[in-house]
């Protein structure tokens, strides 16, 4: 298709761009309250890489974690909770709603504490998923030189398709504005934004080739649980047109 001159529908006056169809299979969203049954057969396995201390009554290990996400862990009239620890036999504590801490899972066996500790995960990322971005990684293209022959594009395009619907010069990007797009970011506390601050620091240090370094800080970031892992490598673009930059909303 061509990205300029994409076919056209012509319905009650408006113009539609006909984009390529492509079938994709989804599977029915659970709502909430449902989301805990049948999701956790996964979920049992022991796993070594949780940090589970040994104490005089047992054993416990602690998650840290947005004080928004916790009313996923508490459920429905703390159902969520009460089904955990029924079924690992643990003790979950949950910081009051609005508070920053960690959640405390007990228990006198260790198997019991990390498959409580397994399951509150897979809920905590899970609904992170769902949660809007809030941040975006990037690095800012305000060289001038890459400025000026952005404008030069810009001119180009307009004196060849100006007269195609919709292509004026309010679809362009801001040239301050221009940037090569990382990933994008679900930060829901002050610390999750001073631990990506953090990240960053150790990266630019650590880091010298740019595809490298966008490749190792999008691995990092993953690692952490911040960026949803979509893909291994990250394709640097710089957005240059897009029809959300457009301030008129009744041009089509």
């Excluded at 810009?154 to 362009?172: N, P, R, W, Y």
């Excluded at 952490?224 to 394709?235: Q, T």
Aim: overall charge negative; charged content about 30%.
């Amino acid at each position: 298709m061509e990205v300029l001159r994409p076919q056209l529908i012509r319905i009650d006056g408006r113009n539609y761009r006909k984009n390529p169809i492509q079938e994709q299979t989804y599977q029915r969203e659970e709502v909430e309250e449902d989301f805990y049954q049948g999701s956790m057969e996964c979920a049992d396995e022991p796993c070594d890489a949780y940090e589970v201390e040994q104490t005089p009554q047992g054993f416990r290990s602690t998650v840290r974690a947005p004080s928004l996400l916790y009313k996923h862990i508490v459920g429905k009239r703390g159902d969520t909770r009460k089904k955990i620890e029924m079924e690992t036999k643990t003790s979950i504590s949950i910081p009051k709603p609005g508070q920053d801490g960690e959640i405390v899972i007990t228990g006198q066996h260790r198997n019991g504490v990390i498959s409580a500790r397994t399951r509150i995960d897979v809920l905590l990322d899970t609904f992170r998923r769902k949660q809007p971005f809030t941040h975006f990684l990037s690095f800012f293209l305000n060289e001038v030189e890459v400025q000026e022959g952005f404008l030069r594009f810009q001119e180009e395009v307009l004196a060849k398709c100006s007269m195609d619907h919709g292509v004026d010069s309010s679809i362009f990007q801001n040239p301050k504005k221009l940037h090569l797009t990382i990933g994008m970011l679900v930060l829901l506390s002050e610390e999750e934004i001073q631990q990506t601050c953090e990240m960053l620091q150790q990266c630019k240090e650590e880091f010298i080739k740019l595809q490298e370094l966008v490749d190792r800080v999008l691995e990092r970031f993953q690692a952490s649980g911040l960026i949803v892992k979509e893909w291994n490598s990250v394709k640097l673009h710089a957005t240059v047109m897009n029809t959300l930059f457009r301030k008129d909303p009744n041009v089509v």
